[in-house]
Nanobody, 124 residues
């Protein structure tokens, strides 16, 4: 079993940047494919980005493609989400998740472990 803790959220102006981190403990992160999801107030949780176990493959929602970058450092047991050119519509609680088995990077039900989330607020 793995425990996930997100950090790096906060308040930023539109056009600004943030880097979220997801630190894993309990098991080595290289055992898991990872994903970032977000939930805005009054909306369902949605996929943001995913990365394979080795980091060789990445996946993005259309809404963040070209602005966000997912990466991982398995030696540090950490996954990152670099968010640039932030927009007010990016405001949400952002969650990282770990997937044990092969599955669709964007399908929430394929993920086995979730963090508690970190708030990102983008002001206009």
């Amino acid at each position: 079993q793995v425990q996930l803790v997100e950090s790096g959220g906060g308040l930023v102006q539109a056009g600004g940047s943030l880097r979220l981190s997801c630190a894993a403990s309990g098991r080595t992160l290289s055992s898991y494919a990872m994903g970032w999801f977000r939930q805005a107030p009054g909306k369902e949780r949605e996929f943001v980005a995913g990365i394979s176990r080795s980091g060789s493959s990445t996946y993005y929602a259309d809404s963040v493609k070209g602005r966000f970058t997912i990466s991982r450092d398995n030696a540090k047991n950490t996954v990152y989400l670099q968010m640039n050119s932030l927009k007010p519509e990016d405001t949400a609680i952002h969650y990282c998740a770990a997937r044990v088995y092969a599955g669709a990077p964007s399908r929430q039900s394929d993920y086995d472990y979730w963090g508690q989330g970190t708030q990102v607020t983008v002001s206009s």
